[in-house]
T-cell receptor, first 111, second 116 residues
């Protein structure tokens, strides 16, 4: 069965620090990749997605992610975080007939 | 365009009762998926409906069921509630089945269920 791993369960950063959240999956075929964000008290929102083409994708709010097929990874990055980025981040992978979510990473940004 | 709408937003039920949650997808979307979100288990897939037919099912007991109507609105039902069913239940919609490549799913705000 496919799986999606987000190894960092909790991340604490100061404002202006750089962010990288890891996402690894186990599936050897064609995949679609997503990052969703859930701000406190709000619903899951799509940050960015990768279907094909340029492996470096840019999303909303200055986020980007890079698909590295050889490493089965789709890490999320942001050069300089803000307090408003405090949220839970979920990686999701569509492979075969399943869309599977990672366990989530809680990010806290200290002002 | 209105987003995915879920009702009720919050509810409290007693063990042994049953509950029905409702979801209206984004206009034009024909697929509705349901997820259970808990702090310990994260997001777990319950089932997906497309054109009134269940297309995919997660690993949940038969107490969890759902259906979809001709207007694409969906309901999920949990019978004989247990304390462990306390969770945020999320509905997501997409234009076609969620596992079709190139498709994106959009989430509603969820229904918070507390079982006491």
């Amino acid at each position: 069965a496919q799986s999606v791993s987000q190894h960092n369960h909790h991340v604490i950063l100061s404002e202006a620090a750089s962010l990288e959240l890891g996402c690894n999956y186990s599936y050897g075929g064609t995949v679609n990749l997503f990052w969703y964000v859930q701000y406190p008290g709000q619903h899951l929102q799509l940050l960015l997605k990768y279907f094909s083409g340029d492996p470096l994708v840019k999303g909303i709010k200055g986020f980007e992610a890079e698909f590295i097929k050889s490493k089965f990874s789709f890490n999320l990055r942001k050069p300089s975080v803000q307090w408003s980025d405090t949220a839970e981040y979920f990686c999701a992978v569509r492979a075969g007939n399943m869309l599977t979510f990672g366990g989530g990473t809680r990010l806290m940004v200290k002002p | 365009k209105a987003g995915v709408t879920q009702t009720p937003r919050y509810l409290i039920k007693t063990r042994g009762q049953q509950v029905t949650l409702s979801c209206s997808p984004i206009s034009g979307h024909r697929s509705v998926s349901w997820y259970q979100q808990t702090p310990g288990q994260g997001l777990q897939f319950l089932f997906e409906y497309f054109s009134e037919t269940q297309r995919n099912k997660g690993n949940f007991p038969g107490r969890f069921s759902g259906r979809q109507f001709s207007n694409s609105r969906s309901e999920m039902n949990v019978s004989t509630l247990e304390l462990g069913d306390s969770a945020l239940y999320l509905c997501a919609s997409s234009p076609t089945t969620s596992y079709i490549s190139g498709n994106t799913i959009y989430f509603g705000e969820g229904s918070w269920l507390t079982v006491v």
